[in-house]
């Protein structure tokens, strides 16, 4: 399984992933699911990635492949070509359209859910402001908006109900990237197959250049000390409402 | 969807269930989830249902009609009938099985997922301690213990973080109480297939009798109180850890 949330604020974005890949619970290792692209001073990406690794990482490496390409005039735009965030995620759609058709038809007994893979991705090109794509198993996609300024993938409930409450786009990124830390503590102790270490990007926007990426590991002081003091916290103020008296 | 809750502690049982049921968004009505029966003085029984709701009903009904025929040797034992809450979690399994199959045999083309249940059962017979099951849809169970003091059925997840964090088996049961409805509330917010009224119980041990039965209407003002004194009590305990400066 896997957590991944990204927020768009109007300061930037915030993207967190986690690095846990199993296949059943014996076969445990780490992987990056965070991954960056980046022309300083003209456009970023960065994409979270959820579902099949093996679908996951042949789209990481065919976007990686295609932008580093010459673009061929016709040719489907790639993301160091793409005019706009909204031609970055059809072509992140695209490519994912294109794994899932190569691996399913090499093993037609399979059904489509085994390629299963979805992506969110962030950034910011020239002059656009930063934009936020969920893009779905399908290929197409949808955008945050004002009304709901986040995506989340994967195992994405234990850590929903802290940001629907806490996030506010106007909030400063570190005190957001706060929240997105306590929406991740809340889902590894909840569910065992999403793990540290976490991988996170605060994209301030306008820069055109990431410039504060972190993996957070297991003993990291500054989590340990959110996860501790949000219990202590959750205890507290749990105590202090009123008890059921009926 | 559903929410049900249970606790086993020290003192007693707290249970709790929605009322929401639907048939597509647009097919929404209430139905009761929690039922109970007793001998007082004798036995307590409260039984909460999820899935679907022709199945759960026809459970119901027949336990009742069990329960209250004069047991016939040889027979299998009813909830009245049953020496302990073993023996009862059993006949809410074998009554689960035969309705099950009765209706499945009726359609044949169906899959077994059609025809899905799933039970809390609390409860207490003479000088046995209070005891709480988890009846599968396959009809066999579990009982919760020192470990796991709780469990909850249907729409979980939202729900289980703060239960994780504050129950404790010496709780008061209206502490508990407190606790199972702000666990109802990050449910209610995030799932709109899970709505009010909540309908409590709570069960002192020993007293084998149901004195303390609630139900929660969307305007209780003890229920908006908890609502939104622990909305304002995670913002400001969330405002109140250090900002991440990475």
Redesign the interface.
């Known amino acids: 399984m896997t957590y991944c949330v990204g927020l768009k604020l109007d300061r930037g974005l915030v993207m967190a992933a986690d690095t846990r890949t199993n296949a059943g619970v014996d076969n445990v290792a780490s992987y990056k699911k965070l991954h960056i692209w980046e022309k300083p001073g003209e456009r970023v990406f960065i994409l979270l990635t959820a579902g099949n690794l093996a679908v996951t990482q042949a789209v990481i490496n065919q976007l990686t492949e295609e932008a580093h390409h010459r673009h061929k005039k016709g040719a489907e735009p790639s993301l160091y070509s793409a005019p706009t965030m909204f031609h970055a995620a059809r072509s992140v759609g695209r490519v994912l359209n294109q794994v899932r058709e190569r691996q399913a038809s090499a093993q037609p007994g399979l059904k489509a859910e085994s390629f299963y893979a979805s992506f969110i991705l962030g950034g910011q090109i020239g002059k656009e402001e930063p934009r936020l794509f969920n893009v779905y198993a399908e290929g197409n996609f949808i955008e945050a908006g004002p009304d709901t300024p986040y995506f989340q993938i994967g195992e994405h409930?234990?850590g929903?109900?802290?940001l629907?409450?806490?996030i506010d786009p106007q909030m400063?990124l570190?005190?957001a990237?706060?929240?997105v830390?306590?929406s991740f503590d809340?889902t590894l102790?909840?569910n065992l197959s999403v793990g540290m270490p976490i991988d996170?990007v605060?994209y301030n926007r306008d820069t055109l250049k990431i410039e504060?990426q972190?993996r957070i590991e297991q003993n990291d002081p500054?989590f340990m000390?959110?996860s501790t003091?949000?219990?202590n916290?959750?205890?507290?103020?749990?105590g202090?409402?009123?008890?059921?008296?009926?």
């Open positions: 409930k234990y929903k109900p802290i629907d409450r806490v400063r570190g005190a990237a706060k929240i830390l306590l809340s102790r909840s996170m605060l504060r972190v500054y000390t959110l003091g949000w219990s916290a959750l205890r507290t103020a749990a202090e409402l009123p008890e059921f008296e009926g």
